[in-house]
């Protein structure tokens, strides 16, 4: 909670919804939507983008999930951090803002089947065993999702 309550008071806020889904390109995921967000209290707007890639991310095994935080900066330049890796079925804990000067914009939650593995960059997030769900944010969540 102290987290959302810091990113609100400094400024750092998803005002729109990204619209996040699968990009065109394989391996990647997009904005459909116009993003309008503050980036230390300035307004800033992003048109939707396809075809971005994970900046950032470990290899999920077998029957595994976890959260992939999506930011934007000042710049407009959209970035990933991955959370904790956890097993399937199990809530992914969210993943942390490791680059400042950042406003999240959503979450992308990736889980593998027993018979699939997902490295990010590498792996198209619809290929078969693999299950990509997406989440507009306006803040980071409170608890696991």
Not at 88 to 104: E, F, K, M, S, Y
């Amino acid at each position: 909670m102290s987290y959302n309550i810091a990113e609100i008071n400094s400024g750092f806020v998803s005002l729109t919804a990204a619209g996040l889904a699968e990009g065109t390109n394989a391996n990647t995921f997009k904005t459909t939507n116009t993003l309008t967000f503050t980036n230390n209290g300035v307004f800033k707007s992003k048109a939707g983008t396809d075809n971005l890639a994970f900046s950032t991310g470990t290899a999920l095994a077998n029957s595994q999930a976890c959260l992939f935080g999506v930011w934007i900066n000042t710049s407009g330049t959209i970035t990933t951090t991955q959370g904790p890796i956890v097993a399937a079925g199990d809530p992914c804990p969210v993943p942390a803002q490791v680059t400042a000067n950042t406003t999240l914009v959503g979450l992308i939650k990736v889980t593998t089947s027993s018979a699939a593995t997902f490295t990010p960059g590498s792996t198209d997030l619809s290929a078969t065993g693999i299950t990509g769900a997406y989440y507009d944010c306006m803040v980071m969540p409170g608890s696991a999702l």
